[in-house]
């Protein structure tokens, strides 16, 4: 069964970055897309990013365009998520998820859930 497990969340100040982590041990992502979703208290669960694995094509909701960057390691079966121009908005759970097919925008259609980690974003 495929497992994923995410690090690098933490607490930094408005404008700060960080290096979100999603490594599916001894797993091949070949055909599989990798999304990244978060949850704030009191608010649904929203699409963040996703990178299809087979192509690399990425994707984005506007409010993090421009700030965030996905990327994906085939060696590593990993997936990172450079979060830069950190907002206060931003602070949530970020979960990874993985479908096998191409992407896609709603988080039932993910098959393959890590255990989440924590994002704040505060002065």
Not at 72 to 99: F, H, I, W
Not at 111 to 119: A, C, I, K, L, R
């Amino acid at each position: 069964q495929l497992q994923l497990v995410e690090s690098g969340g933490g607490l930094v100040q408005p404008g700060e970055s960080l290096r979100l982590s999603c490594a599916a041990a001894g797993f091949t992502l070949d055909y599989y897309a990798i999304g990244w979703f978060r949850q704030a208290p009191g608010k649904e669960r929203e699409g963040v990013s996703c990178v299809d694995f087979a192509n690399g094509n990425t994707y984005y909701t506007d409010s993090v365009k421009g700030r965030f960057t996905i990327s994906r390691d085939s060696a590593e079966s990993s997936v990172y998520l450079q979060m830069n121009s950190l907002k206060p908005e931003d602070t949530a759970v970020y979960y990874c998820a993985a479908r096998y097919g191409p992407h896609s925008d709603y988080a039932s259609e993910y098959d393959y859930w890590g255990q989440g980690t924590q994002v704040t974003v505060s002065s």
